[in-house]
């Protein structure tokens, strides 16, 4: 399903009544965040107006990929989802399940299998999130599996270390089989410049399997754009 908003604000609203009602649905909720500065204005609308609709307790939080750095690094996803949302609603510490960047990266991925093994129930013999939220690179990278590293997509294992093509960074990020056992995916595209990969992806132009994003379960997955993300595809 693909839908394509005018602004990144009215994008976040839609985000904001679909997890509204996911929340409603079942006692606990289990999500994976995304990183990046998509989410960012998601968040800032979801902490402003759904601040009392949703009840952040029954939420269970946890993140597609996250950079090997502290929890309070400027490049740290769970920082940047403190600062625009957990600062604001009420959540449950308990239920927050952040990658450990500050640890050494081979611990912190330890660890973060450990957390989602114990913590995430398990359908199709892999643990299965309620919503998984994706975001996609201008390269075509979605969590943090890059094209160069488009193997990781397929790992056994549910999550991978990988590494920033350009800074080389590492990342802990979900891999492939995890990420399409969700019950629900969200890519969140914004953006002139994704223009041309949602195009080539959505249109199945080319070598479009090159690129991570092109891997998702197209089945499950909600494509919600802006109309500059959108523009190629714009008839
Ligand atoms: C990250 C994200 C990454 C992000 C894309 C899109 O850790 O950077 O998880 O996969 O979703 O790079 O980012 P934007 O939303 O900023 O374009």
Request: include cysteine; aromatic fraction near 10%.
């Amino acid at each position: 399903m693909q839908k394509i908003f005018e602004s990144k604000q009215d994008l976040a609203q839609h985000f904001g009544e679909i997890l509204l009602k996911a929340s409603q649905e079942k006692p606990e909720l289990y999500i994976a965040l995304s990183g990046g500065s998509t989410p960012k204005a998601i968040f800032e609308v979801l902490a402003r107006d759904y601040n009392k609709s949703i009840d952040w307790t029954r939420i269970r939080f946890f993140w597609g990929d996250e950079r090997c750095v502290a929890p309070n690094d400027p490049e740290s996803n769970f920082g940047m989802t403190r600062e625009y949302l957990f600062d604001y609603v009420k959540t449950r510490g308990v239920n927050i399940f952040r990658v450990k960047g500050e640890l050494k990266p081979e611990e912190a991925l330890a660890d973060y299998i450990k957390q989602i093994d114990e913590n995430v129930p398990k359908v199709n013999g892999l643990p299965q999130f309620d919503v998984m939220l994706l975001g996609m690179g201008d390269d075509g990278h979605t969590a943090s599996i890059f094209p160069h590293q488009i193997q990781l997509w397929n790992s056994p294992s549910i999550c991978e270390l990988a590494q920033h093509p350009e800074s080389g960074q590492n990342r802990v990020t979900l891999t492939g089989n995890v990420i399409n056992n969700s019950q629900q995916i969200f890519f969140l595209v914004t953006g002139s410049n994704k223009a041309e990969k949602v195009d080539e992806i959505l249109n199945q132009k080319g070598d479009y399997k090159q690129y991570p994003a092109a891997l998702v379960d197209s089945d499950k997955t909600n494509w919600l754009m802006d109309a500059d993300a959108a523009k190629n595809i714009i008839h």
